[in-house]
């Protein structure tokens, strides 16, 4: 991966833990986020909502990170929101899994995912109060 760019932007939620640590190999201070909308639980909604703002004063370059490229849509909508709202800024895109019936093949990844994936970040838990 090049190591020249200027910003991340953590697509929330999925992103979040990925891009701190994308942003920590790169030695990236410039991280941003991004929210995203497209379940409800577990029932799809009709259309993705997007919710936040970038400041990419004095950027050239920005790596958009989220945690899978599952069917597409929710990376396709952010790369497009960005493209679109920053057009003198150059976008590239990592996720940890992608999945090759994905709409959207991000421009880094790692790992091909064939199943459903439960990210350690998604399990339900119960915070134990000290006594």
């Excluded at 090049?2 to 891009?19: H, K, M, P, T």
């Excluded at 849509?73 to 940890?96: G, P, R, W």
Aim: with cysteine; aromatic share 14%.
């Amino acid at each position: 991966m090049s190591q020249d760019f200027d910003a991340i932007v953590g697509v929330a939620r999925g992103g979040l833990c990925l891009s701190h640590c994308v942003a920590e190999g790169l030695n990236i201070r410039n991280v941003q986020t991004l929210r995203t909308e497209l379940y409800d639980g577990s029932s799809k909604r009709k259309e993705i909502y997007l919710f936040g703002s970038c400041d990419f004063s004095d950027v050239k370059k920005v790596l958009v990170v989220d945690d899978i490229a599952d069917s597409g849509e929710t990376l396709q909508a952010v790369m497009d929101y960005l493209e679109i709202n920053f057009k003198n800024v150059e976008f590239q895109s990592a996720t940890l899994f992608y999945k090759k019936s994905s709409s959207y093949e991000p421009h880094f990844w790692i790992n091909e995912a064939k199943n459903w994936i439960e990210f350690f970040w998604e399990k339900d838990f119960e915070l134990q109060e000290e006594v």
